[in-house]
Each structure stands twice: as C-alpha cells, then as structure tokens.
C-alpha cells in the first residue's frame, strides 16, 4: 500500500523545462558554447554540474571549478529571471500536492539546486507541505541513478524513528516523475512510478518502466492513487 509519494520537480511541479534550456542556452553562449534542444533533453536527470561539464566537454573546453561555480550562479540568476514573480505551475498540481500531503507524508526529489526549488516553493506557497526535499546539493549521484531517491526514503524514515514511527518500505513509496532517467531511479530504489507526459511522450515513460502514465496530474486525487496502486486491478 501507499504510504508516501515524491515528486520530481522540474517539469512535474513547475512547468520550466523550456525556461531551464533558455537559461542554460543564454549562459553558455556567453562563454562561446552551444546547448541544442536535443543536447538538453537528452541529458534530463542531470544536475548543473554534469550537465555543465558535458556541455564544456563537447567544446572541447577546460572547466575548472571558479568557472563551474561562476557559470552555476549565473544559469541560477537567468532562470529566476525567466521564472518571473510568479512561477508557471503545472495544472493541478498545487490541489494534488495538497490533497496527497493532508494523506501521507510527501518529498521533493529533485536535480535542481535548492535556492531554485525553495525560489518556486515559496511563491507557490507548497514548502510547508515536502517532509523532505532532496537537491543536487544532497545527491552523490544523478538520475538515473537511484541514490537520490534512497535518500529521500531515509531522511523519511529518520524523520518517523525521531517520532516512534514505524519506517516505511521503497515499495510503500510512489514516485512522480516526467523523465525516463526519473522513472529508472525511481525504479532503481524499488519505488512505484506514476509518469506524466509533461516532457516526454507515454511511450518513452512506459519504455522506462513506468507503472502508470497520466497527461495530468489534474485527473488525480489520493483515492486515484489508492484505486490503481493499492489494487489488484492496479497491479
């Protein structure tokens, strides 16, 4: 049975997919590279500092960590720019947050940094909502890789020992990704999936192993979740 589910970030709670490619587009062509459409959405799961240095390595460029840290600060900088006051949301995703959270604990498992998650979550008005949240800071390792998933199922767990609770199990833990690299870590830990095709078509998220697909997250409640992951008919 559910007993938790973690979200993804980009391109699941906040529709930035195309406004991170800008940024990182805007950033890098100052430093004379280029980042193409199929550069960016090839490498979703990546956080900043593989994404940066791939996109060096294909210029055949040296990247030393005063410019990883200078180029990270400013993508940060483009992309709050192009979020504006008041950053895109995916269609019923603050109702399905809310509704899930009053049921079971939730997370925010993501690749992002953390001043660009808490930048939406706070004009959002969701942080009070996230049990944990896991960033790039907190990740030896990106997706598809499944240590970042692992990590928020034991920063949960140690959150519900510091309060007499049982720990919960990865397969008690759903999963809400918009990637295949997403699905696969999610995987990777033992955890359900639940894909939505904010990014990538059904298809690719079923190739990826997803359990079940949506176009929405508008068209899911907590008994939606109940009714296709704790059945038989959902099995």
Known sequence: MIQAVFFDFNG???????????????????????????????????????????????????LDDNTLRRVMEAKTEAHRKLLGEEPPLFPGVVTFVKAVSRRHPIGLVSMARRTEIDYVLERASLASHFSVIVSAEDSAAHKPDPF????????????????????????????????????????????????????????????????????????????????????????
């Not at 062509?29 to 791939?54: C, I, K, N």
């Not at 199922?153 to 397969?171: S, T, Y």
Request: hydrophobic share 40%; net charge negative.
């Open 12 to 62: 699941v709670v906040v529709d930035d997919e195309p406004l991170q490619m800008k940024a990182y587009q805007e950033v890098l062509g100052r430093e004379g590279l280029t980042v193409t459409e199929a550069e960016y959405y090839g490498s979703m799961g990546m956080h900043d500092v593989a994404f940066l240095r791939a996109a060096y390595a294909r210029g055949e460029r040296e």
């Open 148 to 235: 970042c998933y692992n990590c928020a199922l034991a920063k949960l767990n140690e959150k519900r020992g510091e309060a007499h609770i049982l720990p919960l199990r990865a397969d008690e833990c759903l999963v809400v990704e918009d990637s295949p690299p997403g699905i696969q870590s999610a995987r990777a830990a033992g955890m359900r999936t639940l894909g939505v095709t904010n990014t990538v078509p059904d298809r690719a998220l079923r190739e990826a192993g997803a359990d079940s697909v949506t176009q929405s997250l508008a068209d899911w409640t907590p008994d939606a979740v109940h009714h296709v992951f704790d059945t038989d008919w959902g099995k």
